[in-house]
């Protein structure tokens, strides 16, 4: 491991697990632990530095000089990643969907503030750029510079979702991961045990094609995964007055921040099907927080 990704590593917090107590999992016989990777760091939080951490020390092995890669207005992958070539000495290129606001968003302010070069795409350019998977594909690099995929989506990100995986030391039936592109929850069926159930929870609406990614990630079958597909609520970064309810119920209970657009929906979907109920008495499960807690300043 590169000597600068370990110094910063050794800022960050650590990532807990906390039981839930409620009347709901109680009525059902269900215990529900989570685990708190949002509690890492303040920006670099959860699965934004999983997936990122052998992607960096990669790049710094080839002595990369520019980090690029692409997001949306509130992505997390690129304020974690802008935050990220800031404390290791590094610049940073985002290409960011749509067209450039007249005020930028607090995610892009903070990102141009760490001192990444913001470059605004069409939708339709944009939905290219997802072809490049490589480090070395985007058309166009120039010596040093290093492409990173969308959401840090590439074999190299699964070796820091394992380390995730392997905090989790207490026995359980089923571990549930909201999913954007898919990576951690592949980064979790591969070291998962064989005797659990591994449950996805898509942020997006018509997330099938979710399917194959993953399996392209894992490289060999595994059969102890599913994507459940019912709780987009109405797509990509959409709400509602529910799920922010729940949201908010959540908080005021526990004390755990979450978001709407990963985690939030996540946990919405688990007590929903547990009240239904859709689990066995009994099981223990297991739901990732990933962070992303400053995607909330898109829904004030």
Not at 58 to 68: C, F, I, N, R, Y
Not at 95 to 120: A, S, V
Not at 233 to 257: C, S, V, Y
Request: charge should be neutral; include cysteine; aromatic fraction near 10%.
């Amino acid at each position: 491991m590169q000597p600068k990704l370990i110094d910063l590593e050794k800022t960050f917090n650590a990532s807990i697990l906390t039981r839930i107590d409620d009347t709901v999992l109680e009525r059902q016989h269900i215990e529900l632990w989570i685990k708190r990777d949002d509690l890492l760091h303040p920006v670099i939080s959860g699965n934004k530095w999983r997936k990122l951490k052998y992607i960096l020390n990669h790049a710094l092995s080839l002595g990369a000089e520019t980090l690029v890669s692409m997001g949306g207005a509130y992505s997390n992958h690129l304020h974690a990643l802008a935050y990220v070539g800031k404390a290791l000495g590094i610049q940073t290129i985002g290409f960011i969907r749509g067209e450039c606001p007249e005020i930028l968003t607090p995610t892009l302010q903070d990102m141009q503030n760490w001192g990444m070069k913001l470059k605004f795409v069409s939708r339709s350019d944009y939905r290219l750029l997802r072809h490049y998977q490589g480090w070395q594909d985007l058309p166009g690099l120039k010596p040093g510079q290093y492409w990173i995929p969308e959401g840090g989506s590439q074999p190299l990100a699964l070796a820091g979702i394992a380390e995730l995986a392997g905090e989790i030391t207490i026995p359980y039936d089923i571990l549930c991961v909201p999913c954007g592109t898919g990576t951690t929850l592949a980064g979790m069926i591969k070291v998962a045990p064989a005797h659990t159930s591994i449950i996805g929870f898509p942020a997006l609406k018509n997330a099938d094609f979710l399917r194959s990614d993953i399996e392209k990630l894992l490289t060999q079958a595994h059969g102890n995964w599913q994507l459940n597909l019912d709780y987009h609520f109405g797509g990509f970064a959409k709400t509602n007055a529910e799920l922010i309810a729940f949201i908010n119920d959540f908080e005021a209970k526990t004390g755990i921040p979450l978001e709407p657009v990963y985690t939030g929906k996540m946990l919405y979907a688990l007590y929903d099907l547990i009240a239904k109920p859709s689990f066995k008495p009994g099981m223990k499960i297991i739901a990732v927080h990933t962070g992303g807690l400053q995607g909330n300043r898109g829904f004030n």
